[in-house]
């Protein structure tokens, strides 16, 4: 139902396009994410935009101003831009869809359908 691409590596400094390419019928109904998964470490919201609400959008402090989460209605695409990449940004990348309220918005349980994860990796 969801499928995430555009990981890879890069150096620091560098930047990453993830596209997250999902059904007509989750996109029409669900708001979506992405989270990051570094090596034990806890999943970990990234940004959201919330489809269903005029697609407002919100971010993990640390990722403002460099990541950019952005929708493409016609493909039912969801990007994540990211520029200014640091190593602590090296994790596992996944796309989510969920029908969240405002508050469940960076929780990770209130998201139903997940991407199979694309590795990013910021590396000199």
Known sequence: LLQACGGGLVQPGG??????????????????AWFRQAPEKDREF???VRLMSG???????????????????????VFLQM????????AVYYCAAGK???STTRDSRAYEFWGQGTQVTVSS
Do not use: H, Q, W
């Not at 930047?15 to 979506?32: E, K, P, V």
């Open 100 to 102: 969240t309220i405002l």
């Open 55 to 77: 697609s407002r959008t919100y971010y993990l402090d640390s990722v403002k101003g460099r990541f950019t989460i952005s929708s493409d209605n016609a493909k039912n695409t």
């Open 83 to 90: 520029n200014s990449l640091k190593p602590e940004d090296t």
């Open 15 to 32: 930047s990453l396009r993830l596209s997250c390419a999902a059904s007509g019928r989750i996109f029409n109904t669900y708001n979506m």
């Open 46 to 48: 990234v940004a959201a």
